[in-house]
């Protein structure tokens, strides 16, 4: 195991930590703010430790990836939640529904009928954000601010779906607090409860305004190659 791996569990300690401080700084408690390890991209043997420290939230970017990795962890840790936090591809519905416990990509009305295919063929209905493209960015996937009233309406009434909570990932080059605000209030007017927002560099931004699951990777994990 190399050093990286072995610092990821004093790691996860530290932004545990990080969260639960700021949380009890908003007044809120911090067992509403849910740590979402981010392990794209990471070896099983990277992820090892976080899982020896007894974490069990874990977030992946890629089905494939995941399909390749995580079955045999769970089968030693069948207590794991995986939550997908990446894009989602209709034709990849039948596995996410199958392997994931929670998806975050939520965007668009054909993936809506692909999970309602999946679901309805399996049984199996993980819980679903509509992910929201706050900076209404052309590359990045997400439904616009403007639309996302209809679409969650939507996906509620017609397909029935476990819709949560929202997502969002703001631009790159712009302070977060604003999206951060801005998918709290589309989340409130809409009676939603979770909000899956901020990663390593601004958790705790996202955690002041509301965040209910923060996605960490390289914090946790360190730099990716």
Do not use: Y
Not at 153 to 164: E, F, G, H
Not at 184 to 212: H, P, Y
Request: net charge neutral; hydrophobic share 45%; proline share 7%.
């Amino acid at each position: 195991m190399d050093d990286r791996a072995q610092l990821a569990a004093e790691r996860l300690k530290a932004v545990a930590d990080s969260i639960a401080r700021t949380a009890r700084e908003e007044g809120r408690d911090p067992a509403s703010v849910t740590l979402i390890a981010v392990s794209k991209t990471f070896p099983v043997e990277a992820v090892e430790p976080v899982l020896a420290a007894g974490h069990r939230v874990f977030g992946e970017n890629r089905v494939q990836e995941a399909k390749a990795k995580w079955p045999a962890l769970r089968e030693r840790c069948p207590d794991v939640e995986l939550h997908l936090i990446g894009p989602l591809q209709s034709n990849k519905a039948r596995d996410a529904v199958t392997l994931f416990d929670v998806i975050h990509s939520l965007d668009r009305p054909s993936l809506a009928e692909a999970l309602v295919r999946e679901m309805e063929r399996t049984g199996r209905r993980p819980r679903l954000f509509v992910q929201v493209n706050t900076g209404e960015e052309p590359q990045k996937a997400g439904v616009a601010p403007a639309e996302a009233d209809a679409f969650i309406a939507q996906c509620r009434d017609t397909w029935k779906l476990p819709v949560v909570g929202l997502m969002c990932i703001p631009p790159v080059d712009e302070p977060p607090s604003p999206h951060f605000a801005l998918l709290a209030k589309i989340a409130a007017r809409n009676g939603l409860s979770c909000l899956s927002m901020g990663m390593s560099a601004d958790f705790e931004q996202a955690v002041m305004l509301g965040a209910t699951h923060v996605r960490v990777g390289s914090a946790i994990f360190g730099a990716r190659h």
